[in-house]
């Protein structure tokens, strides 16, 4: 039996990469493996997780909160207490499950899981989703045995010697011929006669992609020049939707969620989007051209470094989040307009995708397992 810990959470870009790490281990282990998830109290992964039927305990750990108000100042005065406390937490979870191996994806609760295993002997592998590495996986990595990348030039972060490209991990099945595009257009109530452009802010939604949708909307006739699928996001819907019937406009679906992704590509000739690891991997992999508006309220700026690993191959196009509701939709109208750049776009981001990224990651894992058993 193969006992396997993997912690990661606080958002889905660190929850559902060690979630498809999960399931390629089911399917290649069976019974003969035993997944834990380790998480943090009160974060998302603590529902998300059992739901999926997993198994997961949760530690008291917390972040430094950087907006100072009174609330946060308690919490970063506690912060360093909590962490101890999940420190030995953690030690207790890891001694009681006899795990083999600690599998760490990002998150407040990855990092004391993974110190605890290091300070007991137990073999550890970092997946970094960003092309810009964190402060505390690169003080995890000098004690890890591999750590799993997606981006090039991650030598300047971690031991070179350690580092192996897997990718990042996604569920579901994505590839650039998934979808029938006839189909696609067809679910939207779209046409061939149009180019479409996707907007899609995520879950909750993007204040500043629907703020550029709603200035661009305006300077319209009741009628979009393209198709366009506007993800409005949960948060954003009743706002959008009020928008909407204030200024009506043929060719645009506005919803709060996109329940069929494979169509959505499948239709759109370009996508505007933020730029978190997990979604730009998405993109590689259905080669989709994309204006990339990358997140500022993300530590260490990771969106806009992850963007730029494209743009610096000709594989995507950049609007910073302080230009885009002034020239967002501009650029993507440009963009989808090309159809030589188009090309060029489609090909050179397909090259960076890598489809099989669980698949590797579990291949470092059973590695490290069969050295630790000799």
Same mark, same amino acid.
């Given at each position: ?10 958002t889905?870009?660190?929850? =559902? ?11 290649k ?5 035993? @997944? ?23 530690l ?7 907006k ?14 909590k ?10 979870? @890891? ?5 083999? @191996? ?5 998150g ?17 592998i ?5 092309? =810009? ?27 070179a ?26 679910? =939207? ?35 979009a ?17 009020e ?10 679906w506005?919803?709060a969620? @996109? ?32 204006v ?18 494209l ?6 196009a ?6 885009a509701?002034?020239?967002?939709m ?8 090309d ?8 090909e050179?981001?397909a ?24």
């Amino acid at each position: 039996m193969k006992r396997v810990i993997l912690s990661g959470g606080g958002t889905g870009g660190h929850i =559902y990469p060690a979630v498809a790490v999960a399931e390629a281990l089911k399917r290649k282990f069976g019974s003969e493996v035993e @997944i834990l998830f380790v998480g943090a109290e009160g974060k998302m992964e603590m529902d998300k997780i059992p739901a999926l039927g997993y198994r997961i305990e949760g530690l008291p750990v917390v972040g430094l909160q950087r907006k100072l108000n009174l609330s946060n100042v308690l919490n970063n005065l506690a912060a360093p207490f909590k962490v101890l406390k999940s420190l030995h937490q953690a030690k207790s979870v @890891i001694r009681k499950f006899d795990a083999d @191996i600690v599998v760490g994806f990002g998150g407040y609760a990855s990092a004391p899981v993974l110190r605890a295993a290091q300070s007991l002997g137990i073999p550890t592998i970092i997946q970094e989703q960003n092309s =810009y590495a964190g402060l505390t996986n690169k003080f995890l990595a000098k004690r890890a045995k591999r750590i799993c990348v997606a981006y090039d030039k991650m030598e300047r972060f971690f031991p070179a010697d350690r580092i192996v490209m897997t990718g990042n991990p996604l569920r579901g099945r994505f590839s650039a011929d998934a979808g029938n595009k006839q189909e696609a257009l067809a679910y =939207y109530g779209f046409n061939d006669a149009l180019p479409v452009i996707m907007c899609v802010g995520g879950s909750l939604g993007t204040r500043t992609l629907n703020e550029m949708m709603k200035a661009w909307i305006r300077t319209l006739d009741g009628e979009a020049p393209v198709q366009v699928i506007w993800q409005t996001g949960k948060f954003y819907e009743r706002e959008m939707q009020e928008f909407l019937k204030e200024h009506p406009t043929k060719n645009i679906w506005q919803g709060a969620f @996109i329940d069929r992704m494979d169509y959505a590509y499948a239709a759109a000739d370009v996508a505007i989007s933020r730029s978190g690891a997990c979604t730009v991997s998405e993109l590689c992999l259905v080669a989709k051209p994309t204006v990339f508006v990358p997140s500022p309220n993300v530590s260490e700026d990771h969106q806009t470094k992850n963007a730029m690993a494209l743009v610096e191959k000709g594989a995507a196009a950049i609007v910073p989040d302080s230009e885009a509701v002034q020239r967002g939709m501009a650029v993507a109208l440009e963009l989808v307009a090309d159809r030589e750049r188009l090309a060029q776009l489609r090909e050179n981001i397909a090259k960076m995708a890598i489809s099989d990224a669980a698949e590797r990651v579990v291949r470092e894992i059973e590695s490290e397992l069969i050295k630790a058993q000799k």
